[in-house]
Structure formats: C-alpha cells, structure tokens
C-alpha cells in the first residue's frame, strides 16, 4: 500500500498528512468566503446564487453534496447513511427477484487500547489501512461502510452463505499479508491488528436490516471466542 506518509521529525513515526494539513495546503485564500450579508435571508441568497446557474448545474451541484454527505471522510467508504440508502435500493431487488444478500460486519479488535497506548493519529492509520484492505479484497458490486469508529459494514448483493464466508476469509487473509509485507518498526505491524467479523444471510423475503442486525450479533460471538475470524 501507498500511504502517502511524510517523513516526521527524526526519531517520530510516520504518519499521513493530518486533513488539517492536507485542507491548509489545497485551500487558497480567495477560496474562502467570507459569507453572505447578514441582511439577507437564506432565501435570497438562495435566489441570487441560483439566477447566475442553469438548472442542470444546480442539478449537478444538489447530487454532488448529496453524494459528499454519504462518504466517511476518513475511511472514504459510506457512512451510515450512505449504507442505509443502499439498503432501502436492495430491499426492493431483494423482494421483487428473491436474490441472496449477504452482509459482513467488522470491529478491529482492542481498537480503543490501540488509540490510547499508539495516540489517535496511529488510530486514523489503522482505519485508512482496514478500509484498504476492505476495497482490496472486495468486488466491484460489493457496498461498503464505515458504521462507528471502528465498525465496518461489507454489503454483498447476489452473494450467499458459502461466499460471503470465503469473502471474509480474503479480506482477513489480505490483512495478513500486508501486514507481514510491511517493514520492520512500521507502526501498523507492531500493533498486532486483528478483526472480529460477523456474517449473515438473507432468507426469503427478509428485511435486509434484521440480517444486518444478525451480522452484527455474529460479529460479538466471534469477539468474545476468538479474534480475526
């Protein structure tokens, strides 16, 4: 993996560039607005901005912000409701063409000692890698979320029981590898990451969030008995 890290002060760890950082160095300053007058209302603001547009680039503008407000922006995979939109969409091919969908629910394992012992940057790099691992590994029709601060959410259309499982067991795999492939002192490899991961099925005519539900209860059992299974 290329993770873009910038080399710290001597004797540091290397991390990825902060969005802080990242947002300092893209953003010039007559990029800022400063706002609109305070006399006016949203309204006609509103109108002003929209006369100086044509329909389709207002069009374009809504259905890029839409789409902005499903991305996690750490992760970039969907976040909740980026998931939830996907799975109203899947609900009605689920029901009208009885197709299987599977879900694969993830939780890294001992993230939150990992943040307090390695600090919340280490943190963000774990959830940039497991994302990765989770594009990765995936197929082009997958759909895939970050749900919590360290939950993932792998929706699987047109896949049953027997696939979802080996999915699961490609993406812990690549995990594995990526991190034995990593040099020696890379904080990532120090840190021991594991993954506890649950999956389910839908049945005929199921509600596809009582399988996301039943994922994520096999997700705890797994946690509790073992890890990266």
């Known amino acids: 993996f290329d993770w873009n890290g910038t080399e710290g002060v001597k004797g540091k760890r290397k991390y990825a560039n902060s969005p802080r950082e990242i947002i300092r160095k893209n953003t010039k300053m007559s990029e800022v607005s400063i706002g609109p007058n305070l006399n006016q209302s949203r309204e006609e603001i509103w109108s002003e901005w929209a006369k100086e547009k044509s329909p389709d680039e207002i069009g374009k503008m809504l259905a890029s912000k839409e789409k902005e407000a499903e991305i996690d922006p ?29 879900f694969l629910y993830f939780d890294i394992d001992n993230f939150k000692d990992a943040n307090d012992e390695w600090g919340h940057e280490a943190g963000d790099q774990v959830i940039i890698f497991i994302s990765q691992v989770m594009k990765d590994a995936s197929r082009a029709s997958d759909i895939l979320a970050r749900t919590g ?19 699961k067991k490609r993406m812990i795999g690549l995990m594995e590898i990526s991190l034995n492939e990593m040099e020696e002192g890379d904080l990532l490899a120090e840190m021991g990451l594991s993954l506890s ?24 059992k797994v946690k509790k008995n073992s890890k990266n299974g």
């Open 74 to 102: 750490l992760s970039k995979l969907l976040n909740r409701r980026g998931l939830n939109r996907n799975i109203e969409i899947f609900q009605n091919i689920h029901e009208r063409e009885s197709v299987p969908i599977s």
């Open 149 to 167: 601060g360290d939950e993932f959410v792998a929706m699987l259309p047109y896949t049953d029981e027997i696939q979802a499982d080996n999915l």
């Open 197 to 220: 991961i649950g999956n389910s099925t839908t049945g005929i005519d199921e509600d596809l969030n009582f399988a996301l539900n039943r994922a994520d209860k096999e997700m705890y």
